[in-house]
């Protein structure tokens, strides 16, 4: 496995676990080379899935370019890599368990707004923003008007900016 860091080959695994809910093996690997760490998870892949583009192109599903884009809008923000990982599992298993093998990448596109909601309002803000090619203010303040009517009022309030949210996470 490269390093993400240095791109060194020479990385080891230090520590290997099942996740959570036993669907993935987490690997923590550090660079031989750097010193830098990184994780990353092995898994089952049931079937094989074709993503229709808008412009009507199909190009296989790419689980890692999926993960890349979530890491651009999850930056810095204080998300536990396991809960990102969970909410692609869960995505990539409803696409494979609905029996059709051609998905139009705006379907997969919602499902992430979907999961990065329940996940970080900032990381929602910047995936959506990218993902819907904002043209005009009226699309940001629909978006945050999204982000509102999640909560059910008997919710507590969302914590502080600034501030972590929920560190635990809750069973999907
Ligand atoms: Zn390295």
Do not use: H, W
């Not at 009226?138 to 009517?149: N, P, R, S, T």
Request: charged share 40%.
């Amino acid at each position: 496995m490269r390093c993400p860091y240095c791109s060194s080959l020479d990385t080891q695994v230090k520590d290997s676990r099942p996740t959570e809910d036993a669907s993935s093996i987490r690997r923590r690997r550090v660079c031989s080379d750097c010193g830098g760490r990184f994780t990353t998870f092995e898994r089952v892949q049931l079937r094989e899935l074709t993503v229709v583009k808008k412009s009507g192109r199909r190009v296989p599903f790419d689980r890692d370019k999926l993960m890349r884009s979530l890491e651009i809008a999850l930056r810095k923000r204080p998300v536990d890599p396991e809960r990102v990982e969970r909410m692609v599992n869960g995505i990539v298993r409803q696409l494979e368990s609905q029996g059709e093998a051609e998905i139009p990448s705006q379907k997969i596109g919602e499902m992430v707004m979907d999961g990065l909601k329940r996940l970080d309002d900032v990381a929602f803000v910047r995936f959506a923003s990218v993902y819907r090619d904002f043209r005009d203010s009226g699309d940001f303040e629909a978006l945050v008007a999204e982000l509102k009517e999640r909560d059910p009022p008997d919710e507590e309030p969302p914590a502080p900016r600034g501030k972590p949210r929920l560190a635990v996470a809750p069973d999907v």
